[in-house]
C-alpha cells in the first residue's frame, strides 16, 4: 500500500494512492465534491459517531491538488524530461480540440486554396455563450490558492493579453 503525505516538510496526514486515484473516478462520473468523498470516508472510519475523528479535509484538499498537477506532469511526459519540470513551456500539457483546425493534422493539403464556395469549412467559428460567467475566478487569487503549474495547461497569464 502507497501512502501519499499531505506535506514534504512534516506530514501529519496522509492518503493512500488508491483514495487519490478513486476521487476523480467518482467525481467525473458520479459528480461527487470533494467534500462529500471527503465525509463518506470519514463515515468509513466511523459511522456511529462515538469518536471523534480530526478534520484533515484542507489537508486533503491539498494532497488532491498535489495529485492531480503530479498526475497531469505523469501524463504528459515531463518527469523524464532531462532540464526538469521547470523546463515545461506554455501550453505543454494542454489537449489539442480535435474540433478545432491543424494544419498537418485535420486540414487536407492545400486547404488555403479551397474553392470560395467551401472556404468556410476550414473556418473558425468562435462563440460565447451569455449564461457562463466566471464567478469562480472572484473567489480566490494567488497568495491564497498558489498555482502549482504556471500557464502550463488551460489558464493563461492575464497581463499577457
Known amino acids: 500500500m502507497s501512502w501519499f503525505p499531505s506535506t514534504t516538510a512534516n506530514p501529519k496526514s496522509a492518503a493512500t494512492f488508491h483514495v487519490l486515484d478513486e476521487f476523480p473516478l467518482l467525481s467525473f462520473e ?3 465534491s470533494t467534500y462529500e468523498f ?3 470516508l470519514m463515515r468509513a472510519s466511523d459511522n456511529t ?4 475523528i480530526k478534520d484533515q479535509y484542507e489537508a ?3 494532497m488532491i491538488c ?6 497531469m506532469l505523469k501524463h504528459f511526459g515531463r518527469g523524464h524530461d532531462p532540464k526538469g519540470v521547470e523546463a515545461t513551456a506554455e501550453g505543454e500539457c494542454t489537449v489539442l480540440c480535435l474540433a478545432c483546425l491543424h494544419p498537418g493534422k485535420n486540414l487536407p ?3 488555403e ?3 470560395r464556395a467551401k472556404c468556410w469549412i476550414y473556418a473558425l467559428f468562435v462563440a460565447i455563450d451569455a449564461n457562463f460567467h466566471l464567478k469562480c475566478k472572484v473567489v480566490s487569487n494567488n497568495t491564497m490558492d498558489l498555482r502549482l503549474s504556471h ?3 488551460y489558464f493563461i497569464e492575464e497581463g499577457t493579453y
Open 30 to 32: 458520479s459528480k461527487v
Open 38 to 40: 471527503y465525509s463518506a
Open 49 to 52: 459517531g462515538l469518536m471523534p
Open 60 to 62: 486533503f484538499m491539498r
Open 66 to 71: 498535489e495529485w492531480w498537477h503530479l498526475t
Open 109 to 111: 493539403n492545400n486547404w
Open 113 to 115: 486554396n479551397a474553392p
Open 151 to 153: 500557464r502550463w495547461a
